[in-house]
């Protein structure tokens, strides 16, 4: 089975401007001047200016190869004739890729600004099709990047600040998505820099959640969820908390907050059984009906009952002194 190469040439000039392959080389020239209208790259940019003026490229038949060799035989044609001087508007060497590294033709050639902007607006708006972002996917899957890579994005990203819409379509993107076991222990054993944690601290100062993110956070965490459910801390542990809060002393606002969220969750609090019900809850709770009735206590926890009552006894005292010093 063989298939052509074939020529496209200057109507006017009969300069020789591109070098291609195809099965029906004229039905190749017919989709070239259809894509011209939409693409803006070098040989759409020359037929394009040959159609304005009513004019369309001259093809013709260079050779005919067998279909195994087109690739060769194509780059091969396109590289004598730019070495016979044709200022040809093919983008890559020949054959299905475009080359690599200084095989590339714009390998070396500087990109302008203007051109960056050309470019930039010329690709806003548009939307890459499902199978190119399927295809795109499974040829970077896979692919780690180069510690030198990683340090020239970070450096690239650092001070950009994202839109709104970027971050709800990040957002979006993300709901649902669940880590794999691999990465959750990777996160979990990560651990950041001093100099990193107070970047961090410094930037969530000030920074107060709205009651929607506190409702679902308190939501997302609580019961079950929560990361220490059903687990016992150790004894060190409860000995380091109890020294970071000793001496803390809660302000006003804090109080009164906490004071009615306990109104707020319990409906008997602030209210007073009457004297019926106590003698009712005494006479249910007396002799053999009490919980404790025939156990006996630990001497542990008689102590701490002593320690108590000591200490219920001192507050009770220094309550009647300090009312008798005011009176």
């Not at 690709?123 to 795109?136: D, F, H, Q, V, Y």
């Not at 990777?186 to 001093?194: A, E, G, N």
Request: aromatic content about 6%; charged content about 30%; proline content about 4%.
């Amino acid at each position: 089975m063989t298939t052509f190469i074939y020529s496209l040439s200057d109507p006017q000039t009969a300069a020789i401007r591109y070098i291609g392959k195809a099965d029906d080389p004229h039905d190749r020239l017919s989709k070239h001047i259809s894509t011209a209208k939409r693409r803006k790259h070098h040989c759409a940019n020359w037929i394009r200016s040959l159609t304005v003026r009513g004019l369309r490229p001259v093809v013709e038949l260079v050779d005919e190869v067998r279909m195994e060799e087109w690739e060769a035989a194509e780059a091969a044609y396109i590289e004598f004739y730019r070495a016979e001087g044709c200022d040809l508007a093919n983008q890559s060497p020949g054959g299905q890729s475009t080359g690599s590294g200084k095989d590339h033709p714009c390998f070396g050639r500087p990109v302008s600004p203007e051109t960056k902007a050309k470019i930039s607006a010329a690709n806003i708006g548009k939307i890459i099709p499902a199978e190119t972002r399927a295809k795109l996917s499974a040829a970077h899957n896979g692919k780690k990047m180069s510690p030198q890579a990683l340090i020239n994005m970070r450096i690239a990203q650092k001070g950009k600040r994202r839109s709104q819409q970027w971050k709800e379509k990040m957002r979006w993107i993300m709901t649902g998505r669940k880590a794999s076991p691999e990465t959750i222990a990777k996160l979990q054993s990560r651990t950041f820099s001093p100099e990193t944690r107070a970047k961090i601290r410094a930037s969530r100062i000030g920074k107060k959640r709205s009651p929607e993110t506190r409702a679902k956070l308190s939501a997302a965490h609580s019961g079950t969820k929560h990361r220490n459910f059903g687990k016992h801390l150790p004894e060190t542990t409860r000995l380091k908390i109890g020294a970071a809060q000793k001496g803390k002393t809660l302000s006003l606002e804090t109080r009164a907050k906490l004071r009615a969220y306990k109104v707020e969750k319990n409906s008997r609090w602030g209210k007073k059984h009457s004297a019926e019900t106590i003698a009712k809850m005494s006479a249910a709770l007396k002799g053999e009906k009490a919980h404790w009735f025939g156990k006996k206590l630990s001497q542990e926890h008689i102590n701490k009952l002593r320690v108590s009552a000591k200490l219920c006894f001192e507050r009770n005292c220094m309550k009647q002194i300090l009312s008798e010093m005011w009176s």
